[in-house]
């Protein structure tokens, strides 16, 4: 199908499109997925479910499975699973994986890790694909100006029976960012402000997609955290048109196109671009320079303030609702209003996830660790993105800089953003966390977590407490 | 998966007026290391329901005198945003719930919901605290959803009708199985394939598998 000639449209329109393989009714289309990747907890039952009703995977060769939920990031562990019930999740997948035909990254592969880190690294994600995964944080891939979103496990037994979704079309919601970063702000900053400005459920039902100078001047891996926690405003999809930067990215990858396809794939990636006038349903204006580094203080990615701020007083709330809401947070998160956010002691501090674990954040944290001493009575941990990310900052001595200072240097995996595994928070436990989800009871029953970038989860480390990055010296 | 027609929901209903509750907090981690979609009654809304000993928590509503027997949800903004885990749904299923009344959900629990029946109405803001006034009280917490007339009718004098997607309102009420009635499209689904491989064939699977260096 080819899209209406006459009126501009915009990115997301243009992917949404091109992989309609029919209209449903107004507001659905039947949406074809060029590349499907499963994990080992979101797919077990999608897998069953095709045993019992007697089908066929339809095309296994467009998915990718990959472990890292529910392993161990311990030396001594990953070889050797406790966790039985982990174990026979991890075992299900390998044996679905094998009948079926699907390629895997099992714990025994160099190439595993996180599979929104592992998928992009190895050039699985291309500009212009649809990708979907039993994940919410696949919006991801937007960063390379692919579709990619978050299904349940019913969907991820759709798309492995018939390579489609039955797709809710959204809307279009431009957030364009301009100007440049301050020092000691970086993408995850950028995105912990959008979503502060316009809320958790602000982006629902729509799709985003980001432009202005400061996107243009983010690599790739910051594109990736931008696009990754697109999610906590409610986007299901968000989207950063590929440029130079795209492309330089991809050639040489081992799943990018080759060589004798690069340059044609290139020039249709660089079409890839809202039109000039195209419509967008709700835009919003950020200047870069005006966002500080933020850190959350509730129990909500969009309660964030600037590390130099207050806890908000709940009676200065704008409706009853937000009043209710900051109430709430504030208990579970055991903060009194007024409170100085640096005046916050943490106990633990995690540097991870599929938002934060590349090597680039992990060169930002070496920069603020270099020569220092994770602070007494605080337990930190660095979990890699994937193993590659492991072994560069092993390589590059970034680990050493680790371990020196007394973080804990961990195989990769989601580990403590969600704590499936064993990496979990104590009760009133208070983690300084470089993730994307601040929720109650996420890293740990009555655990509490602050959201903020790498670097300052590395600062807080130090110091026991939230500390402004901007007074620690030795920012990039 | 195979779904069931929806029958007419009538019963109690039970107010959950906090924004943004979290598929976390409906089904939290330590439920999801499953490779079934059974025993999970027990993890809707574990933290919230059971203290750390395991005793149910009196503050909790669903624990109260009069709203133990719920199978209508009437939820704040943005219930069920965060994580894709269908985990919560086939929970909350299991605890008995058939029906959730709200102003919004998050799009991932939204889609996972619909493909398991389990009914989500979406009212304005202002009509969902009216009903959650009205539910404050057990005794006035019977609600009757009619999914054919999209109509919710309460006590109180409540009544109104709701948005409903005709497809989804067609699998919900013909109980079709999902991927049947894809399935029955499978030869457009080829021809597209493979006219998208033919134009960019770099998408071919594991077309430069081998060739490509190791990173």
Request: hydrophobic content about 40%; some cysteine.
């Amino acid at each position: 199908m080819s899209p209406p000639e006459s009126r501009p449209t915009t990115l997301y329109q243009k992917l949404s499109h091109q992989n309609t393989v029919k209209q449903i009714d107004a507001e659905h289309v039947l949406l074809y997925i060029d590349l499907h990747i499963l994990n080992e907890y979101t797919s077990p039952q999608a897998f069953s479910g095709i045993r019992s009703a007697g089908r066929s995977v339809f095309c296994p060769e467009a998915a990718l499975a990959i472990v890292d939920h529910v392993n161990p990031t311990r030396d001594t562990a990953v070889d050797d699973m406790q966790d039985k019930q982990a174990a026979e999740q991890i075992r299900y997948l390998t044996k679905n994986c094998a009948e079926f035909g699907i390629e895997m990254f099992g714990l025994g592969d160099p190439r595993r890790g996180i599979e929104h880190v592992v998928a992009p690294e190895q050039g699985f994600i291309q500009p212009g694909m649809v990708v979907a995964c039993g994940d919410s944080h696949t919006t991801t891939y937007g960063a390379f100006g692919a579709l990619g979103f978050g299904i349940g496990t019913s969907d991820v037994e759709h798309v492995l029976c018939t390579q489609t979704v039955v797709y809710k079309l959204l809307k279009n919601m431009k957030v364009e960012i301009s100007g440049k970063l301050s020092a000691g702000a970086t993408s995850k900053d950028l995105i912990m402000a959008v979503i502060a400005e316009v809320g958790a459920a602000g982006a629902v039902g729509q799709a985003i997609e980001f432009g202005g100078e400061a996107i243009k001047n983010l690599s790739m891996a910051g594109r990736m955290t931008l696009c990754n926690m697109a999610m906590e405003c409610g986007a299901r999809a968000a989207l950063i048109a590929p440029d130079q930067k795209t492309l330089d990215y991809l050639k040489g990858r081992p799943r990018s196109p080759s060589q004798k396809t690069f340059q044609r794939a290139s020039n249709y990636w660089r079409s890839l671009a809202s039109d000039a006038g195209a419509e967008f349903d709700r835009v919003v204006m950020i200047d870069a320079s005006d966002v500080p580094p933020l850190v959350t203080f509730g129990t909500s990615p969009d309660q964030s303030v600037a590390i130099d701020a207050r806890i908000p007083d709940p009676s200065s709330a704008r409706t009853q609702k937000e009043r209710d809401s900051l109430i709430s947070a504030l208990a579970y998160m055991d903060l009194t209003p007024g409170t100085l956010m640096t005046d916050i002691r943490v106990d633990h501090v995690f540097i991870g996830s599929c938002t934060n674990s590349r090597l680039e954040d992990l060169r930002d944290v070496a920069r603020v660790v270099n020569g220092r001493r994770v602070a007494d009575g605080v337990r930190a941990l660095i979990v890699p993105g994937s193993q590659e990310v492991k072994r560069r900052a092993e390589a590059e001595g970034l680990a050493k800089t680790f371990t020196d200072a007394g973080f804990e240097w961990r195989h990769s995996g989601c580990s403590m953003c969600l704590a499936m595994n064993d990496d979990v928070l104590p009760p009133g436990a208070r983690c300084a966390s470089s993730t994307n989800r601040n929720f109650e009871g996420r890293q740990g029953r009555g655990a509490r977590t602050h959201l903020m970038s790498p670097a300052m989860a590395a600062a807080a480390a130090i110091n026991g407490k939230l500390t402004d990055i901007r007074r620690l010296g030795a920012v990039r | 998966m195979i779904s069931r027609p929806l029958k007419p929901i009538s019963g109690v209903a039970a107010p959950l007026p906090g924004s943004n509750i979290d598929t976390d907090v409906i089904m939290p981690k330590q439920f999801l290391k499953t490779i079934n979609r059974e025993n999970l009654a027990n993890g809707a809304f574990h933290d919230l329901r059971f203290d750390e000993a395991g005793k149910p928590r009196p503050d909790f509503v669903l624990n109260q005198s009069g709203y133990d027997q719920t199978v209508i949800l009437v939820t704040g903004p943005n219930f069920g945003c965060g994580s894709s885990r269908e985990h919560a749904v086939w929970g909350l299923m299991q605890l008995g719930i058939r029906a959730i009344i709200g102003s919004g959900y998050g799009g991932i629990f939204f889609d996972n919901a619909m493909k398991n029946g389990l009914l989500l109405v979406t009212l304005d803001e202002a009509d969902v605290a009216v009903l959650l006034r009205t539910i404050s009280n057990p005794a006035t917490a019977q609600i009757d959803i009619d999914l054919g007339a999209q109509e919710i009718i309460g006590r109180d004098g409540f009544a109104r009708r709701f948005q409903m997607n005709p497809y989804q309102k067609d699998l919900l009420q013909s109980g079709q199985d999902h991927i049947d009635r894809t399935l029955d499209a499978l030869g457009d689904i080829k021809a597209f394939q493979l006219d998208r491989l033919t134009q960019f064939p770099w998408l071919t699977f594991n077309a430069d598998a081998g060739t490509a260096p190791s990173l």
